[in-house]
Structures are given as structure tokens and as C-alpha cells.
């Protein structure tokens, strides 16, 4: 059974910084690829970053030379850094791999001053 816990959401302010964790209880979490998706209020769900079974790594144009994800496969861990955050950042922050398996609770990012 496939489960996923999201962490490391806060607030922050505009310009500041952030790490999101990703618990994945995937098997076999290495041969599959992972992402992070965001919803914020009122929107549709959205992909942010991808990373693939080789360590590839592709991103939203909105995103672009902010974020980083990253994997650690002997853990089954994801993660986003998440720098130079703005505003329009604010969502709720979910992983998943692909393909998508049933969402996890996802952790509340807020970017204000």
C-alpha cells in the first residue's frame, strides 16, 4: 500500500526559504520517478518539479532557478528546496510518483510578509 507524508511547510516571508520532505512508502521506490504538486486555494492542483529513477530533474517554467528537488533512495525520501519564494507560491504542497498513487495530506506553504 502506497503512502505519503508531506513536511516541512510553514510561513515565510517573500525572498525567504524552505525544505520539503517526502515520506514515500513506495516499492520499488527507486525504479520509480517522483514529483511535487501544489494546490492553492481556489486552484486546480498543479505539477512543480519532477525527478526520475536516474536523478533527472525537470520544473515548471513558474518555478524555474528556485527549486531543487532531490531523492534519497535508500531512505525514500523527496524533497523540494524552495528558494526565493514569493506570494504566488502559497499552496498546499503535495508528492506523488508516477504514476500517481493516492495523494497524501500535503503541507500548507504560505509566503507573506
Known amino acids: 500500500q502506497v503512502q505519503l507524508v508531506e513536511f516541512g511547510g510553514g510561513l515565510v516571508q517573500p525572498g525567504g526559504s524552505l525544505r520539503l520532505s517526502c515520506r514515500a512508502s513506495?516499492?520499488?521506490?527507486?525504479?520509480?520517478?517522483m514529483g511535487w504538486y501544489r494546490q492553492a486555494t481556489g486552484k486546480q492542483r498543479e505539477w512543480v518539479a519532477r525527478?526520475?529513477?536516474?536523478?533527472?530533474?525537470n520544473y515548471a517554467d513558474s518555478v524555474k532557478g528556485r527549486f531543487t528537488i532531490s531523492r534519497d533512495n535508500a531512505r525514500e525520501m523527496v524533497y523540494l528546496q524552495m528558494n526565493s519564494l514569493k506570494p504566488e507560491d502559497t499552496a498546499v504542497y503535495y508528492c506523488n510518483r508516477d504514476p500517481v498513487a493516492p495523494w497524501g495530506q500535503g503541507t500548507q506553504v504560505t509566503v507573506s510578509s
Open positions: 525527478i526520475n529513477s536516474g536523478g533527472s530533474t
Open positions: 513506495i516499492s520499488p521506490f527507486s525504479l520509480y520517478a
